[in-house]
C-alpha cells in the first residue's frame, strides 16, 4: 500500500494525465475547422483590403485606392500583409544581460515533502548550534 507522500506524486488521486488520453496531438478541434473554412472564404478580400490601406493599390493614374489616413494603419497592413508572405520574424530568446536561458522546474510536491522531512530532522541540530536565520527556535 502506498504511502500517503507517494500518494501526491503518483497521480493516484482523480483527473490528471493519463497515456493514451485526450485529442491526438496536432489534430484540428471542429470548431477551429468550421472557422478557418468560414475565415479562408475571406482571404482574397481581406488580403486586398490590406493592400488598400497599405497604399499599395493604385488607379488608372497612378493614385493610392483607399490609402489609410493614419501611418500607423498602414504600417500594420504591410507587416499583415510580409508576415503572411514570409512568415513573422524570429524573436531571440536570451537570459539576463543576453546569457543564457535558464530553466526553472518547479518542485514536485514529493520534491517539497522530502526538504520539509529533511528540514524537520535538522531542527535538533539547527537548535543547538544555531539556524543562522535569526528565527526563534524554542
Same mark, same amino acid.
Given at each position: 500500500? %502506498?504511502? $500517503?507522500? #507517494?500518494?501526491?506524486? &503518483?497521480?493516484?488521486?482523480? @483527473?490528471?494525465? *493519463? %497515456?493514451?488520453?485526450?485529442? %491526438?496531438?496536432?489534430?484540428?478541434?471542429? &470548431? &477551429?475547422? #468550421?472557422?478557418? #473554412?468560414?475565415?479562408?472564404?475571406?482571404?482574397?478580400?481581406?488580403?486586398?483590403?490590406?493592400?488598400?490601406?497599405?497604399?499599395?493599390?493604385?488607379? $488608372?493614374?497612378?493614385?493610392?485606392?483607399? #490609402?489609410?489616413?493614419? $501611418?500607423?494603419?498602414?504600417?500594420?497592413?504591410?507587416?499583415?500583409?510580409?508576415?503572411?508572405?514570409?512568415?513573422?520574424? %524570429?524573436?531571440?530568446?536570451?537570459?539576463?544581460?543576453?546569457?543564457?536561458?535558464?530553466? *526553472?522546474? $518547479?518542485?514536485?510536491?514529493?520534491?517539497?515533502? *522530502?526538504?520539509?522531512?529533511?528540514?524537520?530532522?535538522? @531542527?535538533? *541540530?539547527?537548535?543547538?548550534?544555531?539556524?543562522?536565520?535569526?528565527?526563534?527556535?524554542?
Amino acid at each position: 500500500m %502506498p504511502s $500517503e507522500l #507517494e500518494k501526491l506524486s &503518483t497521480g493516484f488521486k482523480h @483527473g490528471g494525465c *493519463r %497515456p493514451g488520453a485526450g485529442r %491526438p496531438a496536432g489534430s484540428v478541434n471542429k &470548431t &477551429t475547422a #468550421e472557422i478557418r #473554412e468560414l475565415a479562408g472564404a475571406w482571404g482574397p478580400q481581406a488580403i486586398e483590403k490590406a493592400a488598400s490601406l497599405a497604399g499599395l493599390v493604385l488607379d $488608372e493614374a497612378g493614385r493610392p485606392v483607399g #490609402e489609410a489616413e493614419s $501611418e500607423a494603419v498602414r504600417l500594420a497592413a504591410i507587416q499583415l500583409l510580409l508576415d503572411r508572405a514570409y512568415g513573422k520574424s %524570429p524573436m531571440a530568446i536570451s537570459g539576463i544581460v543576453g546569457g543564457p536561458v535558464e530553466v *526553472r522546474q $518547479e518542485p514536485s510536491k514529493l520534491d517539497l515533502a *522530502r526538504w520539509v522531512a529533511y528540514t524537520l530532522s535538522q @531542527g535538533d *541540530r539547527m537548535a543547538q548550534y544555531g539556524s543562522g536565520s535569526g528565527a526563534i527556535v524554542e
